[in-house]
């Protein structure tokens, strides 16, 4: 079984950094692309950053500038550093990944979330 497991997120003060991780374990083959989403109360989940598995990269207006995702392959881990914080920022961000485990089998796959609170 493949697992996602989160960790970084926190409270903040608006301009602050945190960085994100997210770490897949289990019976892995390669991972495609891994993401990084966000939700708000209230609000749908939305896409924030997108890595491929050669490193290209995508964000939306809102991060483009402030948000950087990487991943090293080699430990399976994608991350997120995120500058210049502010406070709608503040969300669950969660971590996914599209990968191929040891049956062949491409899946989707979803972290627990971790909270981050930016405040004013």
């Known amino acids: 079984q493949v697992q996602l497991v989160e960790s970084g997120g926190g409270l903040v003060q608006a301009g602050g950094s945190l960085r994100l991780s997210c770490a897949a374990s289990g019976s892995i083959v390669i991972i495609n692309t891994m993401n990084w989403y966000r939700q708000a109360p209230g609000k749908q989940r939305e896409l924030v950053a997108s890595i491929g598995r050669t490193g290209s990269t995508n964000y939306p207006d809102s991060v483009k500038g402030r948000f950087t995702i990487s991943r090293d392959n080699a430990k399976n881990t994608v991350y997120l550093q995120m500058n210049s914080l502010k406070p709608e920022d503040t969300a669950v961000y969660y971590c996914?990944?599209?990968?191929?485990?040891?049956?062949?089998?491409?899946?989707?796959?979803w972290g627990q979330g971790t909270q981050v609170t930016v405040s004013s």
């Open positions: 996914n990944a599209d990968l191929m485990d040891r049956l062949g089998r491409v899946s989707d796959y």
